[in-house]
């Protein structure tokens, strides 16, 4: 009897572990916010060194969702690639964000459009 619940158990936990790893490499995709309002905050906007957040507002009447935004984050003004001194003084945009859910949440590519 204990050999078939040692085996019963073996068989759960080669099927079931499997399943929750799946699982939790699934949480760590990025995720993507098609269209939203941002208002940045950059401590440093010299080129390759970059230091700030981005509060994005998917919707009206939605929460916003802050996120980090660090050396390795894409930016993107009007689909062109560019560097964030080319903000130069504008803080409110337009446009999409890549982001990982981990915490705090870091923006991975940030898509602005100029109005």
Avoid: R
Wanted: hydrophobic share 45%; with cysteine.
């Amino acid at each position: 009897m204990n050999k078939l619940i040692a085996l019963i158990a073996l068989l759960i936990a080669t099927t079931a572990l499997p399943a929750h790893a799946a699982n939790e490499e699934s949480t760590n995709d990025p995720l993507y916010i098609e269209s939203a309002v941002f208002i940045l905050n950059i401590k440093n906007s010299a080129p390759g060194n970059v230091d700030g957040t981005v509060l994005a507002t998917p919707c009206t009447g939605c929460a916003p969702i802050s996120l980090a935004l660090d050396k390795n984050t894409l930016l993107y003004i009007n689909g062109t690639p560019a560097q964030y001194d080319q903000l130069g003084l504008k803080i409110d945009w337009v446009g999409s964000v890549f982001y990982t859910p981990s915490s705090p949440a870091v923006a991975t590519e940030l898509f602005l459009n100029q109005n």
